[in-house]
């Protein structure tokens, strides 16, 4: 039996961890975030509202001595960088809230902690591909803070005070949902709405690269990482993630391999300034030997990321059969 | 007129700092420490006794408004692994908490920050040099705690509410005064004590490489981190300083060049397991390439490192005169 606590359930990759957690693993269960997370079918789950950051909010959930414990809550990008405060108060001082009532805990507790971080502790410039050993310089103020949850991450773990390990999540593609304000929506934009039937807009030329896995790539990464023997990581607990590297030309191409060209079509080009100076400053394309190594599976291809899409979100069979997992 | 404010002046390169802007810069010093730093001959400066991290106590320290603050407070890097909280509250918390003081200021208040970090950010396993885009993975507490300053210095100078430079410290070699318990005390003690007639002891092989730089060479990258032009930092705002690397042989060779025999032949080997483990893990030698390109400069030669403690230090003359600085 595992007693597992997922912080931030009520995100997107936290309700298909949660998902997950059903089909798979889970007796034990809770469920946290600010706002009530709603458990999948088959999941028994307490379900708790509380803002992490606020006095005692922290020790109140790791006081079962959950065994995992999932830290995917986060103020995101766009807010972190429009509210300093905020950002710093969920995404630092939550953090290392999190982590201090779980060392002041004591008596031998030293639960498994699997913790979300992102390709935004890189900033440009950049090699051509980001290896494992390549300098965390973030250029927003979300990804100063995920280097910071980084550090304060390994620095526990070497201490013995818990067994952490960090997942550098790609950038999901493609996000479920509502376009949202975010730079990045873009990306998941040109596939989601001309699938709905929808014109997209693309503010950036098709030669942009960027780095993406699969919303059903991300949870497995996290399943993974709740069952790696963390032995193998040594001092250096923050894995970068394999991802595909794809051109936004090549998601457009496999858009047309994927559901024809009557649906690629309805992708419009209005170039934004903007976006694509902040696009500019994000990383390309990465070498993640650690993670591959470590067993991280990538999804297998941008086409095999828009069926991920079809299947798990359109509910429908895709018009070819996925290709087995590498 | 500069109003120039020094946080952590007590201490040993805060004490050369101080004797540094006596002779070439201050008008109007304010010297803090936990405890009274003593102002050198020649310095107007003003003495104040506070704990960082206690509340308020970065607010009055700013009150001033002065131009230029140079951060060398913190708990040592032996101390701060005893002393995990203390470590944190004085090292984090109490950076932080002189950041948001300086933010919290506003109206337009946007001070030069010079802020001593450490070769402590990185950790084992290194290249043969390490360069300035390699990843920062600390294996102390305190490298840790380095590594998080940084990266809000970087954060901080990025938003605008202060003009940060971090400098990354070889270790300091020669370190005058009374031998210390710090794993890395035989580095300095194998030049100082033969040079004050006593015997040293060496607890590690003659092979093992290491990266130094005088307190004066020291007290030099502050002085020209306050005056550089921060434009041509870009959003990487923390710089390895360059250094010599030598290894122990080659530090004793010195010494005997420099000293003689008689003084070469009070150094005796009594391996130590513990200290052999620990320096292990510490960097040997840097590719500093951008600190050298913005025009910091390290110490000439070993040689130049123990001349320079005969002169500061033993108030000798050396005994041949020192090269001119490249």
């Known amino acids: 039996m595992t007693r597992i606590l997922v912080i931030g359930a009520a995100g997107m990759i936290g309700r298909k961890l949660s998902e997950r957690l059903a089909k798979e693993a889970a007796s034990e269960v809770i469920l946290h975030d600010v706002v009530a997370a709603k458990p999948p079918a088959g999941l028994k789950a307490r379900v708790v509202v509380a803002d992490l950051s606020a006095p005692g909010a922290a020790a109140k959930l790791v006081a079962g001595r959950p065994e995992v414990i999932f830290h995917l809550a986060a103020i995101v990008s766009g807010e972190a960088e429009a509210d300093f405060e905020k950002g710093y108060r969920i995404n630092l001082d939550g953090t290392r809230l999190l982590f201090e009532a779980i060392r002041k805990t004591g008596d031998g507790y030293r639960p498994r902690l699997v913790f979300t971080s992102s390709i935004a502790v890189f900033g440009a410039p950049f090699p051509e591909a980001i290896d494992d050993e390549y300098l965390n310089a973030p250029l927003t103020s979300y990804g100063t803070q995920k280097a910071i949850g980084e550090l304060l991450l390994s620095d526990y773990s070497r201490r013995g005070f818990l067994d952490g390990i960090g997942i550098r999540l790609p950038t999901i593609c493609v996000r479920p ?144 059969p996925r290709p087995d997992r590498a």
């Not at 919303?215 to 963390?230: E, K, S």
């Not at 090549?250 to 419009?268: F, S, T």
């Not at 993670?291 to 299947?311: N, P, V």
Request: no cysteine; net charge positive; hydrophobic share 45%.
């Open 177 to 320: 949902g509502k376009p949202n304000l975010a730079a990045s929506g873009f990306f998941s934009g040109i596939i989601r709405e001309p699938l709905a039937g929808e014109e997209a807009v693309l503010p950036v030329p098709r030669s942009v690269r960027h780095w993406f896995a699969s919303p059903r790539a991300a949870t497995g990464f996290l399943m993974h990482a709740m069952r790696i023997d963390t032995a193998k990581l040594g001092a250096r607990r923050n894995l970068t993630m394999p991802g595909i590297s794809a051109t936004v030309g090549e998601q457009i191409e496999a858009l047309r391999r994927v559901a024809g060209d009557e649906v690629a079509q309805r992708i419009r080009e209005a170039p934004d300034a903007t976006i694509q100076r902040i696009v500019a400053g994000w990383p390309q394309n990465f070498a993640p030997q650690r993670a591959l190594a470590l067993g991280f599976r990538a999804d297998a291809s941008f086409e095999e990321i828009i069926r991920i899409h079809i299947e798990d979100e359109l509910g429908q069979r895709t018009l070819r």
